[in-house]
């Protein structure tokens, strides 16, 4: 296991990274990694063609390492030496950032860091505006930025020993704290993310995308024809979002819930499995979507990509865009502390700049994923693309995805509107709660009842 990243020790790291930026071998003069890149994480943003393209544009190897999520969790915390760039979701970081396998990231030798997303460093997608909002849980805001300075309050949600991951933006006033400016270090620089909710049989849920509540998850309307995500981190989110919104129950904040705040979202779902509410719990992508295409349920948790495949193919599926918002996620890139090497380093912080130089976001888009910097993308895709994905207009022709296969159908409008509208409405992301092992444990015995 590496060590802890205390204050003392982060000043210590930023020091050293910096040292090893300024080398005579680093930089932009530095000489080519002659080696290949290894890029770590569950696949979400390593699809085949993204790598070989980073390959030829950048002129070095890339590798990417498909693995499951407690592979990434246990490589970073016990193993940094494997990989050098970790592809993962930014409410890991609090996990994964007191062990010391990653290292703080200049935000200065990131080329475009004036075009990231203000959704990432402000918490809205526009600051200041009453009409977004920041949501609950592990937003990208709350965990992007890494501080030892004392200047800057911890994010209120961390895990124990992540005190120097800090939020710049005071929630309260839509400002920085005390003025300050923007930390310069950040743990991992954003990337994809997305705002996510439930699929609908449209044909028999006959309500257009914004009249569809979470609560429908827990429609006894629905008994015997829902279906939950098996992983708790999103299954149980999304039944809190749903327990909710039917006014089962409140949460003081569901991205920080308590002990009996669990155990009464526990006892409230293994009421409605033993009345066989629910039809079942996927874990795999195609699971999802046969338990849509089957008729076998009418509502579920779902991923907008196993929608837009569905409705492809014309099946009456809808996704919605829930009154109360959607749960969102993001992902980042970070480095590995175990780098020596300034051309390897160097290679890691390119991998990085590439990616948001349009391609890599071009593909992530036919995905239905938006990406942390959009503006060059705009060179990889057609008008058609753009307007349908991003301003939310009509698709002009069948839209492909990542593969060429056709995944919007001509005249198709996205469920939820434009980018701006669906951005700027999340009610929850997806969260390590500090009681994450006995919201595990609850949840099992949910599965099990």
């Keep these: 296991m590496t060590a802890r990243l205390t204050r003392g020790r982060f000043l210590r790291v930023t020091a050293a ?12 003069a530095t000489r080519k990694l002659s080696g290949t890149l290894r890029v770590i994480g569950i ?7 993204i790598r070989k393209q980073a390959e030829k544009d950048l002129g070095f190897g890339v590798a990417f390492d498909v693995t499951g999520l407690g592979t990434v969790i246990e490589t970073v915390l016990s193993d940094p030496a494997r990989y050098d760039v970790l592809s993962g979701y930014h409410y890991l970081y609090s996990l994964l950032w007191p062990g010391g396998g990653l290292q703080p990231i200049d935000t200065r030798r990131i080329n475009r860091w004036a075009q990231v997303s203000n959704l990432f460093k402000y918490g809205k997608v526009r600051p200041g505006d009453p009409r977004c909002s920041y949501g609950q849980g592990d937003a990208a805001f709350r965990c992007l930025y ?37 930390p310069r270090h950040v743990d991992g620089v954003p990337g994809v993310f997305n ?67 669990i155990d ?29 295409a089957s008729n076998e349920v009418v509502v579920e948790s779902m991923w907008s990509t196993m929608v837009s495949q569905l409705q492809a193919k014309g099946f009456p599926v809808r996704y919605a865009a ?7 996620w993001s992902g980042g890139l970070a480095i590995s502390s175990a780098i020596k090497d300034p051309a390897r380093l160097q290679a890691a ?6 990616w948001h130089s349009g391609y890599a976001g071009a593909v992530v888009m036919r995905q239905g994923y938006y990406t942390a910097v959009q503006a060059p993308t705009r060179r990889f895709v057609d008008a058609a693309e753009w307007d349908f994905w991003i301003e939310g207009k009509p698709a002009a022709r069948d839209l492909p995805d990542p593969y060429g296969d056709v995944a919007v159908r ?5 469920d939820g509107g434009s980018f701006a509208n669906r951005t700027c409405r999340y009610a929850l992301w997806n969260t390590l709660q500090r009681e994450h092992v006995y919201q595990g444990r609850r949840w099992q015995d949910f599965l099990s009842a």
């Design 17 to 28: 990274a910096a040292a090893l930026a300024s080398s005579p071998a680093a930089g932009s």
């Design 322 to 328: 829930p009154p109360e918002g959607y749960r969102g």
């Design 349 to 354: 912080y390119d991998y990085i700049n590439w």
């Design 43 to 49: 696949g979400v943003d390593q699809l085949d063609q």
């Design 195 to 261: 705002a996510d909710a439930i699929g609908y049989n449209a044909r028999v849920l006959a309500k257009r995308p914004e009249g569809v509540s979470w609560a429908e998850l827990v429609n006894a309307r629905w008994r015997g024809r829902v279906a939950l995500a098996g992983d708790h981190t999103i299954g149980f989110h999304d039944a809190a979002l749903a327990a909710e919104a039917a006014g089962l129950m409140r949460f003081r904040d569901k991205g920080d819930m308590t002990r009996p705040e």
């Design 410 to 414: 001509r005249g198709h409008v996205r």
């Design 264 to 292: 009464r979202l526990a006892k409230v779902l293994i009421g409605l499995k033993r009345r066989r509410h629910f039809r079942g719990f996927w874990e795999d992508y195609q699971r999802a979507i046969d338990l849509m």
């Design 146 to 182: 890494v501080d030892g300075s004392g200047r800057y309050p911890s994010s209120p949600l961390l895990l124990p020993g992540a005190n120097t991951i800090v939020q710049w933006i005071d929630e309260r006033t839509d400002k920085p704290h005390r003025g300050l400016p923007e």
